[in-house]
T-cell receptor, first 110, second 111 residues
Framework: DADVTQTPRNRITKTGKRIMLECSQTKGHDRMYWYRQDPGLGLRLIYYSFDVKDINKGEISDGYSVSRQAQAKFSLSLESAIPNQTALYFC?????????FGDGTRLSIL | RKEVEQDPGPFNVPEGATVAFNCTYS??????FFWYRQDCRKEPKLLMSVYSSGNEDGRFTAQLNRASQYISLLIRDSKLSDSATYLCVVNKGSTGNQFYFGTGTSLTVIP
C-alpha cells in the first residue's frame, strides 16, 4: 500500500462546482503539503500544515482552502472551481525533509 | 527571477552515454538541495539529496557549488529506464516549509 494516498485519482467537473481532494498518509509525518503542477511551471505550493489544525498559505492559495483535522489527513477544497484550476495536484508529507509525494490527482474543470 | 531554474531540455542521448544537468538557484541562503525524478504523469520521487561535499549513488553523482549557486546531476552509462524528467528542488528555510521546484529537465535515452 502507498504511504501517501490521494483520492480521487482523476476528476472531471464543471465550473462553479465544489471539489474536495483528499490526502491520507501512513508515514506518521507531521508535515503535509498540497501542490499543483502545470506544464512549464513546475510544482507550486498551495497550502501546508505542520500539525493538526495548523494551516499556512503557500505561493498560490487563492481559490483554495484546506483542512487538517487529523495528523494523517489533509484535504484540499476548491469552493467554486474555475477552468484555470485544471492541473495535476500532489499531496506531500515530510518529517523535515525531503518530501514524499502521493500519486497525484488529475483535475479537469470544464 | 525564479527561485530555481533548469534547462527544460529535452536531452536525447544514446544508451551508455554520460549526461549532465545543471540547476541554478537565486537565494544564497538556501540550505538543502535535492534531485527528484518524475516519470510521465506520475509523482516526483526522491533521487538523491545533494551534499556540500558532493555525493554519488551508483551511476548518479550530485554536486553543489554554493559560490556559483548551482547544483548538478551527472548520469553515467545511461539506461533506457533513466528516461524521465529530473526536478531540482531547493529548500530555502531551516523549518522545512520553503521548498522550491524547478520546472524539470526532460531526458530520453535512446536505444
Amino acid at each position: 500500500d502507498a504511504d501517501v494516498t490521494q483520492t480521487p485519482r482523476n476528476r472531471i467537473t464543471k465550473t462553479g462546482k465544489r471539489i474536495m481532494l483528499e490526502c491520507s498518509q501512513t508515514k506518521g509525518h507531521d508535515r503535509m503539503y498540497w501542490y499543483r503542477q502545470d506544464p512549464g511551471l513546475g510544482l507550486r505550493l498551495i497550502y501546508y500544515s505542520f500539525d493538526v489544525k495548523d494551516i499556512n498559505k503557500g505561493e498560490i492559495s487563492d481559490g483554495y482552502s484546506v483542512s487538517r483535522q487529523a495528523q494523517a489527513k489533509f484535504s484540499l477544497s476548491l469552493e467554486s472551481a474555475i477552468p484555470n484550476q485544471t492541473a495535476l495536484y500532489f499531496c506531500a508529507t515530510s518529517e523535515g525533509q525531503p518530501q514524499h509525494f502521493g500519486d497525484g490527482t488529475r483535475l479537469s474543470i470544464l | 527571477r525564479k527561485e530555481v531554474e533548469q534547462d527544460p531540455g529535452p536531452f536525447n542521448v544514446p544508451e551508455g552515454a554520460t549526461v549532465a544537468f545543471n540547476c541554478t538557484y537565486s537565494n544564497s541562503a538556501s540550505q538543502s538541495f535535492f534531485w527528484y525524478r518524475q516519470d510521465c504523469r506520475k509523482e516526483p520521487k526522491l533521487l538523491m539529496s545533494v551534499y556540500s561535499s558532493g555525493n554519488e549513488d551508483g551511476r548518479f553523482t550530485a554536486q553543489l557549488n554554493r559560490a556559483s549557486q548551482y547544483i548538478s546531476l551527472l548520469i553515467r552509462d545511461s539506461k533506457l529506464s533513466d528516461s524521465a524528467t529530473y526536478l531540482c528542488v531547493v529548500n530555502k528555510g531551516s523549518t522545512g516549509n520553503q521548498f522550491y521546484f524547478g520546472t524539470g529537465t526532460s531526458l530520453t535515452v535512446i536505444p
